[in-house]
């Protein structure tokens, strides 16, 4: 079985600080990791994925993401935020068929 | 390209009344999803389609939710009736393919139907 742990239900840093946002995951087989954002009253878009490669994976809006397989984890990263960053974030990772999400991260931006 | 549309945004009934959200993915699509959005929470998936079959359904309350789509193209999932705790989003997805390589399983969401149930 897969699950998803996002381990900060908030987060709130000023503009132009750097943010992580943290995501691990546990699962008996290999799969892919997606982060999503979700703005108010709006459904979730994709941010970036990794499916194979370079563990190092660029998104929009400037977030990257890190795949460490022994650390499970797949931590996302924007060295300095915007108003605009302001959202809920979703990790998730399916091993190829259904998705399985995190509770999220809400980023709040500090002017 | 047109994105994954809901309809309607909103609605408001109450308890033990019946309701319908309708959902149309993008063309081409042949997986679809269902997700349940509780307040502070992530999407629980309800239902998946491929094409017009059940993929997966085993988190759908049937004794309430049910949910068709026909031609494989458009969706509907409804709720009778409908209790204080089915308040959430909904949230209808789609993509390309369904498989075990990941490609082309990048899933595409609608805005949502936000459900509230007095």
């Known amino acids: 079985a897969q699950s998803v742990t996002q381990l900060d239900s908030q987060v709130p840093v000023f503009e132009e600080a750097p943010v992580e946002l943290r995501c691990n995951y546990s699962?008996?087989?290999?799969?892919?990791l997606f982060w999503y954002v979700q703005y108010p009253n709006q459904g979730l878009q994709l941010l970036l994925k990794y499916l194979s490669g370079s563990t190092l994976v660029k998104g929009i809006n400037g977030f990257e993401a890190e795949f460490n397989k022994s650390q499970t984890s797949f931590h996302l990263r924007k060295p300095s935020v915007h108003i605009s960053d302001t959202a809920e974030y979703f990790c998730a990772v399916t091993p190829g068929n259904q998705f399985y999400f995190g509770t999220g991260t809400s980023l709040t931006v500090i002017p | 390209e047109a994105g994954v549309a809901q309809s309607p945004r909103y609605k408001i009934i109450e308890k033990r009344q019946s309701v319908a959200f309708w959902c149309n993915p993008i063309s081409g699509h042949a997986t679809l999803y269902w997700y349940q959005q509780i307040l502070g929470q992530g999407p629980k998936l309800l239902i998946q389609f491929q094409n017009n079959g059940v993929v997966d359904d085993s988190q759908l309350p049937k004794d309430r939710f049910s949910a068709e789509r026909l031609k494989g193209v458009d969706s509907t999932l409804k709720i009778q009736p409908a209790k204080l705790e089915d308040s959430a989003v909904y949230l209808c997805?789609?993509?390309?393919?369904?498989?075990?390589?990941?490609?082309?399983?990048?899933?595409?969401f609608g805005p949502g139907t936000r459900l509230t149930v007095l």
């Open positions: 997805a789609s993509s390309l393919i369904l498989g075990t390589s990941g490609r082309g399983n990048e899933q595409f």
């Open positions: 699962s008996s087989v290999s799969v892919y």
